[in-house]
C-alpha cells in the first residue's frame, strides 16, 4: 500500500492562487478591518476559514478557475468544496465575475459582502448544524496529530543517521512504528472524512437555493454600491488614489445603507454650489504679479509680445522662442495669509432632527469640511442633544495634508443620539477648543432646528470670550418642518436657514467661513 502524503503537504485551500493573487488578498486583507473581522468570526466556527476567503477571492478575481484533487487538500477543508462548486456554477456568480475579474477592489468587496452572507448562514445552522461543525474540527485535531507522529518519525530517521552504532537501531524501530501509527491514523482519518463527505453531499441540493439567494444579494449590492462609494469619494473631495482595502471599507459602508446614499446626493449638490461660488470670487484674489521673466504661458504674455504675431518675419521668431520658452511673460505671486484657526461645526442630534433634518444638517457640515480641507484648516464636529449625554466630538481631518479620514466622516454621517437639546454644553466645547488653538481666526457653525433657554450669566462669559478671542459664529437653521430662531440670535454673527442656501441670501455661510 502507498504511504499517505504527509498531512504538512496538503493544501488549506481548493483553487489555485499563485504568488500575485495572494499578494492582492494579502494587501486586501492587511488594509480592511471588516475583511480580518470576517476572518476571525468564521474561524471560531469551522477550520480554514481564512484559506475559504482566498478561495472565494479567487473564484471572483482570476481569470482562469483550476480546483485541485480532493487527495492534494486537507479533508478538514472539505467542507468548502461542494460550497464553491455550487457557488460556480451560480448564474449570479457568473453576472459577478463579469464586474469582478482581475479587479482587486471590486473582487474584494464581493468576497466579504458573499463571505458574510455564508458566514450568517453557518451561525444559524441553516447550511451545517453544530454537530456537523464539531465533525470537522474533529479532523482538524486529528491532521494536527498525524502530522506530529510525521513530523517525529521523519526526526528519528535525521537522528539515526547521526547516532552511534547500537542506538541506530533503536531510532529505525521508533521511526517504523511512529509511520505505522501515523498511517493508521491516516486510514481512519480518511474513513471519517469519506463518512463527513457522504453527509455534505446529500444536503448539497438542500443547500443550493440557499447560495443562490446570498449570491444575488451580493450581486444587487455590488451593481449600488461601486458606483455610490465612487460618488461619496468625489463628493468629499477625496485627495488622491485610495488603497483596495479602503474602497473595501467604503464599499461595505454604502452597501444597502439608504441614510449614507442620500447624503452622499444632497453633499454633491451643495459641494458644487459651494466651490462654483468661492472659485468665482476668489480664483485670483490671493495672487499678485511682482516680476517680468521669460517662459511661454500664452495667457500671460506682455502685450508687445503679441504685436509680434502680425508681421511674417517676427512671427517665425515668435514661434522660435515660444518653443525654447523665451517669450517675455509676467509671473504671479501668491500672497501668504497667516493662519486660521479651526473650523467647529456643532450638530444638533435631539430627537426633532430625526429624518430629512439629520440628512440636511450633515450635509452642510461635510460641505464644510472639504472647504476647511481646502483652507487647510483643522475640522472639528461635535454632535450633541440632551446635557446629561457625552458630546461626539471628532476630529476629521487631523493628518498630513488636511485630508479627511473616511471612518470618522461615517461615525459622523451614522451617528444620532435623539434625545433633549442643550446648546450650552457644545458651544462651551467649542470655545474652549479655540482657546487651544494654534491659531486664532476660527470659525464655529451651530447647526439646529429649534430653541433653547441659555443662562444670562453663560451668555455673558462666552459673548466675552467670543469677543477676546475674535471667532466668528453663525448659525443654520434647519427650517424643514417646525423651528424656531429663539436663542440662535443672541450668540450668532449671522444666521441663515436650509431653504436660503440655495439663494443669494444664504450664500454667506459658504463664502464667510
Not at 454600491?225 to 465612487?230: G, K, L, N, V
Not at 473595501?248 to 452597501?255: C, N, P, R, T, V
Amino acid at each position: 500500500m502507498q504511504p499517505p502524503q504527509p498531512i504538512a503537504k496538503l493544501k488549506t485551500h481548493w483553487i489555485e492562487a499563485d504568488s500575485y493573487d495572494r499578494s492582492a488578498f494579502g494587501a486586501l486583507h492587511r488594509d480592511s478591518p471588516s475583511m480580518r473581522a470576517l476572518e476571525e468570526s468564521g474561524s471560531k466556527l469551522l477550520p480554514h476559514f481564512d484559506a475559504f476567503l482566498l478561495d472565494l477571492f479567487a473564484l471572483l478575481f482570476k481569470l482562469n478557475i483550476v480546483v485541485y484533487a480532493e487527495e492534494d487538500v486537507v479533508p478538514s477543508a472539505g467542507f468548502y468544496r461542494p460550497i464553491l462548486d455550487q457557488l460556480r456554477l451560480t448564474p449570479a456568480v457568473e453576472i459577478l465575475r463579469q464586474q469582478t475579474v482581475l479587479d482587486e477592489p471590486r473582487a474584494g468587496l464581493a468576497t466579504l459582502l458573499l463571505g458574510e452572507r455564508l458566514l450568517q448562514l453557518l451561525k444559524s445552522e441553516r447550511i451545517l448544524t453544530r454537530a456537523e461543525m464539531l465533525d470537522y474540527w474533529n479532523l482538524d485535531q486529528q491532521e494536527s496529530e498525524i502530522a506530529d507522529q510525521q513530523a517525529h518519525a521523519e526526526t528519528a530517521v535525521d537522528l539515526r543517521a547521526q547516532a552511534a552504532a547500537p542506538k541506530q537501531r533503536q531510532l529505525e524501530e521508533l521511526a517504523q512504528r511512529l509511520r505505522r501509527d501515523a498511517e493508521g491514523a491516516a486510514r481512519r482519518l480518511h474513513h471519517k472524512a469519506r463518512q463527513v463527505r457522504t453527509a455534505m453531499t446529500e444536503s448539497a441540493d438542500r443547500n443550493k437555493s440557499r447560495l443562490e439567494a446570498q449570491a444575488q444579494r451580493v450581486l444587487h449590492d455590488i451593481e449600488q454600491s461601486a458606483q455610490d462609494a465612487e460618488n461619496w469619494s468625489l463628493q468629499l473631495g477625496a485627495s488622491g488614489r485610495s488603497s483596495a482595502g479602503a474602497q473595501i471599507e467604503l464599499g461595505k459602508q454604502l452597501a444597502g445603507n439608504a441614510k449614507l446614499k442620500k447624503l452622499a446626493v444632497m453633499v454633491g449638490r451643495m459641494r458644487e454650489q459651494a466651490l462654483a461660488l468661492r472659485r468665482t470670487l476668489f480664483e485670483r484674489a490671493n495672487e499678485e504679479m511682482y516680476e517680468v521673466g521669460l517662459g511661454a504661458e500664452l495667457s500671460r504674455l506682455l502685450p508687445h509680445e503679441l504685436l509680434a504675431l502680425r508681421h511674417p518675419l517676427l512671427r517665425r521668431d515668435f514661434a522660435r522662442r515660444f518653443v525654447d520658452a523665451e517669450l517675455l511673460q509676467y509671473s504671479l505671486r501668491a500672497l501668504e495669509e497667516k493662519g486660521r484657526g479651526p473650523m467647529i461645526v456643532c450638530i444638533d442630534g435631539s430627537s426633532s432632527m430625526a429624518g430629512d433634518k439629520e440628512i440636511w444638517s450633515k450635509a452642510v457640515s461635510l460641505t464644510l469640511l472639504d472647504i476647511a480641507q481646502r483652507q487647510r484648516r483643522l475640522f472639528r464636529s461635535i454632535c450633541f442633544a440632551a446635557a446629561d449625554m457625552p458630546l461626539q466630538v471628532l476630529d476629521l481631518n487631523g493628518h498630513q495634508r488636511y485630508v479627511a479620514e473616511m471612518q470618522k466622516v461615517f461615525e459622523l454621517a451614522e451617528y444620532f443620539p435623539g434625545g433633549g437639546t442643550d446648546f450650552q454644553k457644545p458651544l462651551s466645547a467649542a470655545l474652549d477648543c479655540l482657546q487651544k488653538a494654534r491659531y486664532k481666526r476660527g470659525d464655529i457653525v451651530f447647526i439646529t432646528d429649534g430653541e433653547c433657554r441659555v443662562d444670562a450669566t453663560w451668555l455673558g462669559e462666552f459673548r466675552r470670550a467670543k469677543e477676546r478671542l475674535g471667532f466668528s459664529l453663525f448659525s443654520v437653521l434647519i427650517d424643514v418642518g417646525s423651528n424656531s430662531l429663539g436663542t440662535l440670535k443672541d450668540f450668532s454673527d449671522r444666521i441663515t436657514t436650509i431653504s436660503q442656501l440655495t439663494s443669494e441670501a444664504g450664500r454667506d455661510i459658504f463664502l464667510k467661513v
